[in-house]
T-cell receptor
Framework: GAGVSQSPSNKVTEKGKDVELRCDPI?????LYWYRQSLGQGLEFLIY????????KSGLPSDRFSAERTGGSVSTLTIQRTQQEDSAVYLC????????????FGPGTRLTVT | GQQLNQSPQSMFIQEGEDVSMNCTSS?????WLWYKQDPGEGPVLLIA?????ELTSNGRLTAQFGITRKDSFLNISASIPSDVGIYFC????????????FGQGTTLQVKP
């Protein structure tokens, strides 16, 4: 079946502009995660949605970052007033409810802030 | 916060050699996972470990969940060129969450 998809694959934006990144999880997966990967680094947790529960936002680096998940499926990560340090690959993952630690990743969106 | 130390940072080996990498944590983890990431792709799950002492294999890959629950290792036997990539360990802490903490990665290069 289809895996996790993300769009756009690449985004170049000017400092100060807002950007929206989209994630389509695997069908039937109730949990959805966003991570950030800076060049040559590991993955940094941002936010986690599980069903209808309140999301775990503990990894969001500032109030410029927000995410929503509509209808329990598609998710959008929004970064307002982008800064150069926001440049990174943003990865989305999904999992089933009972094996939520086995996360399946999308290809990522490479964000470059100029 | 919880952190994972992964080593080595990089490895350059000859095809056919065995490889070993490990991850250590200052705190206990309930689950350890190993992922591989190819350039331009998201990480792919290789092996998941659920209890202390567990040893699990997936083809030429073998991983173990340390007895102390603070470490894990991944071995690759008889390496081949397609093993090239970045290997990440990841752990889940004691809280009931899907949040994973990732190591910094081990970059593996294999010389044919």
């Amino acid at each position: 079946g289809a895996g996790v998809s993300q769009s756009p694959s690449n985004k170049v934006t000017e400092k100060g502009k807002d950007v929206e990144l989209r994630c389509d999880p695997i069908s039937g997966h109730t949990a959805l995660y966003w991570y950030r990967q800076s060049l040559g680094q590991g993955l940094e947790f941002l936010i986690y949605f599980q069903g209808n529960s309140a999301p775990d936002k503990s990894g969001l680096p500032s109030d410029r970052f927000s995410a929503e998940r509509t209808g329990g499926s598609v998710s959008t990560l929004t970064i307002q007033r982008t800064q150069q340090e926001d440049s990174a690959v943003y990865l989305c993952a999904s999992s089933t409810r009972d094996r939520y630690y086995e996360q399946y990743f999308g290809p990522g969106t490479r964000l470059t802030v100029t | 916060g919880q952190q994972l130390n992964q080593s080595p940072q990089s490895m350059f080996i000859q095809e056919g050699e065995d490889v070993s990498m490990n991850c250590t944590s200052s705190s206990i983890f309930n689950t350890w996972l190993w992922y591989k990431q190819d350039p331009g792709e998201g990480p792919v799950l290789l092996i998941a470990l659920y209890k202390a002492g567990e040893l699990t294999s997936n083809g030429r890959l073998t991983a173990q969940f340390g007895i102390t629950r603070k470490d894990s290792f991944l071995n690759i036997s008889a390496s081949i060129p397609s093993d090239v990539g970045i290997y990440f360990c990841a752990g889940r802490g004691s809280s009931n969450t899907g949040k994973l903490i990732f190591g910094q990665g081990t970059t593996l290069q294999v010389k044919p």
